[in-house]
């Protein structure tokens, strides 16, 4: 069976700061892959960022970036120079292959 | 990546009665999903929908509870049967052909209020 671990609730940063969302996984499988989501109050589940566990380089974009320790089974979120329009709950999932594993979220506040 | 067109996006019923939640998906799709998200938590897999076969649930789910049909691959619904104000939740449906690429898209979920 695959866990997820959020141990962060809740986490507030002022605008234009940068912010580390921390995730935890649990899998006996080798080939997977580490997703983090972001739902705002719209309820619309968004892609963030996506990392394949072979790859060894820590995925990009923009203002988004993961630190991916497989061995230690760690992937953080740190989303740099945050924005008003950031706040929102963000998920880590994890998917081995096909189905996902969902974490319990961090609501992130982002203060004017 | 495939977009996800779920409706209805909002609706509150009557205990006892059944409510039927669909999504059509603007391409095809090898995979699709059902959710169950409680207030202020996570997602829960409910059931793999599979194209024309019988859907896989997930423990603690049941067909006679949910059942679900995916006439196609860019089709599927998913039926609340019998509600209970305990069925009160966002259900989301979720799709994914390369996900490995894309990764999974969702539907805008549907607001289910049982009174």
Do not use: H
């Amino acid at each position: 069976a695959q866990t997820v671990t959020q141990s962060q609730p809740e986490m507030s940063v002022q605008e234009a700061e940068t912010v580390t969302l921390s995730c935890t996984y649990d899998t006996s499988e080798n080939n997977y892959y580490l997703f983090w989501y972001k739902q705002p109050p719209s309820r619309q589940m968004i892609l963030v960022i996506r990392q394949e566990a072979y790859k060894q380089q820590n995925a990009t974009e923009n203002r988004f970036s993961v630190n991916f320790q497989k061995a230690a089974k760690s992937f953080s979120l740190k989303i740099s120079d945050s924005q008003l329009g950031d706040t929102a709950m963000y998920f880590c999932a994890l998917s081995v292959p096909e189905k996902l594993t969902f974490g319990t979220g961090t609501r992130l506040t982002i203060i004017p | 990546s495939a977009v996800i067109s779920q409706k209805p996006s909002r609706d509150i019923c009557q205990r006892g009665t059944s409510l039927t939640i669909q999504c059509q998906v603007d391409s095809q799709v090898t995979m699709m999903f059902w959710y169950r998200q409680q207030p202020g938590q996570s997602l829960t897999l409910i059931a793999t929908a599979n194209q024309g076969s019988e859907a896989t649930y997930e423990s603690g789910f049941v067909i006679d509870k949910f059942p679900i049909s995916r006439p196609n691959l860019t089709f599927s619904t998913l039926t609340v049967s019998n509600m209970s104000p305990e069925d009160s939740s966002i259900y989301l449906c979720s799709a994914a052909s390369q996900f490995t690429t894309y990764g999974y898209t969702f539907g805008s979920g549907t607001r289910l209020t049982v009174v």
